[in-house]
T-cell receptor
Framework: NAGVMQNPRHLVRRRGQEARLRCSPM?????VYWYRQLPEEGLKFMVY????????ESGMPKERFSAEFPKEGPSILRIQQVVRGDSAAYFC????????????????FGEGSRLTVL | EDKVVQSPLSLVVHEGDTVTLNCSYE??????LLWYKQEKKAPTFLFML????IEKKSGRLSSILDKKELSSILNITATQTGDSAIYLC??????????????FGGGTRLMVKP
């Protein structure tokens, strides 16, 4: 049973280019969360998605950033016109369908995608 | 806005020392508190705490939650160099009926010297 898969693991972009990060959740998981980790900092929540729905995007910058989780295929975090400040590790995590008291609260993390903007 | 604060920010100890990492939180609709260890790759799950005063233990690591003080501690005894990592505290809160949300603290960076 594969874990959360993220790709690419490393991505280098020049300022102004687009970055696309992909996340395939664990089998059977329909909740996906994206976090950003800047050097020397903890994980900052960006966006929470279920299949075909954005549930909460309060942690995502209003411009240049977008996320989707289509019915088929991985979740994608898209950053347009990247700037140097976007350089960070982007982690995806998934959890199973929430079942009220049965939910353990544990998220399963991917190994992250490290974006470097030159 | 939910808030999780960890202290200290960083810590350097020698092998064999005992360390205590702190996590305090302010959240609405608290469900649980979780500890993760992050080395070079993905954060890995350590503990989930839901009830006050009940210690969870795994080898040299243990953790306890104090809901009255809105805090938790993570203890590591007889530290080893392999314990060097960032330790992340996260608090899970109910988010409507759609699922739970995690808010992470900034982490404590632990370095264990031989």
């Amino acid at each position: 049973n594969a874990g959360v898969m993220q790709n690419p693991r490393h991505l280098v972009r020049r300022r102004g280019q687009e970055a696309r990060l992909r996340c395939s959740p664990m089998k059977g998981h329909s909740h996906v969360y994206w976090y950003r980790q800047l050097p020397e900092e903890g994980l900052k929540f960006m966006v929470y998605l279920q299949k075909e729905n954005i549930i909460d995007e309060s942690g995502m910058p209003k411009e240049r950033f977008s996320a989707e989780f289509p019915k088929e295929g991985p979740s994608i975090l898209r950053i347009q016109q990247v700037v140097r400040g976007d350089s960070a590790a982007y982690f995806c995590a998934s959890s199973p369908l929430h079942l009220t008291s049965a939910n353990t609260g544990e998220l399963f993390f991917g190994e992250g995608s490290r974006l470097t903007v030159l | 806005e939910d808030k999780v604060v960890q202290s200290p920010l960083s810590l350097v100890v020698h092998e064999g020392d005992t360390v205590t990492l702190n996590c305090s939180y302010e959240v609405t609709n608290f469900r649980s508190l979780l500890w993760y260890k992050q080395e070079k790759k993905a954060p890995t799950f350590l503990f989930m705490l839901t009830s006050s005063g009940i210690e969870k233990k795994s080898g040299r690591l243990s953790s306890i939650l104090d809901k009255k003080e809105l805090s938790s501690i993570l203890n590591i005894t007889a530290t080893q160099t392999g314990d060097s990592a960032i330790y992340l505290c996260a608090v899970e809160a109910a988010f409507n009926n759609a699922g739970n949300m995690l808010t992470f603290g900034g982490g404590t960076r632990l370095m264990v010297k031989p």
